[in-house]
């Protein structure tokens, strides 16, 4: 016998369906208000019900939201300004600054503790690049270019942590064999050395 606890909202729901289709077979009068019997003849001559088909939302339409993060066109034209002024203006540090973020929430880079400092080489780079001019404007898209140049600082500062990483990690193990060799750290046992040259 089970409890109703156990039994799903579903099956509740058919028992109950049961015992009404019973009694309307009987033609005896339900105990059953008449909110709840015109609920009920819904759900047995709903054939999604018995089927288990899901049936599909329709998404209500949504206004358009904005598709960049960074207008090329607005982008180009800040950096000509600056290139007249040499004023790097707020909403132009803005657009390197999310450029750089973004960039780092990519597949290829999201899973690296160091990402804080790839993002700061970046923005360092991107506003070298801005001083010295080497953009020109007239002969491609400043999205892609300054793209380029944060995704080259993202893989010089992986190989330099790399480096660093497997340097600091080869001293370990240097010092950890000289402190064996000076017996400071207790060598292996016979047995492991058994173990080891088996």
Known sequence: MFYRKNLSKKERKLRHIEKYEDALTKEDTPNIEKEEKDELEKIIHDEDFY????????????????????EPETFRTLIIKFYKTDKICNSLALYVKHLCERVSFAPNFINYSWKEEMVGDAIVKCIQALRSKKYNPELGNAFSYF??????????????????????????????????????LPAPSKDTKNFIDE
């Open 147 to 184: 793209s380029q140049i944060v995704y080259n600082a993202f893989i010089n500062r992986i190989k330099i942590e790399q480096k660093e990483h497997h340097m600091i990690h080869k001293y370990g193990e240097e010092i950890y064999v000289d402190l064996i060799n000076q017996q400071v």
């Open 51 to 70: 089927t288990h088909k899901k049936v599909k939302k329709i998404k209500e339409a949504t206004p358009q939201t904005q598709k960049n993060y960074i």
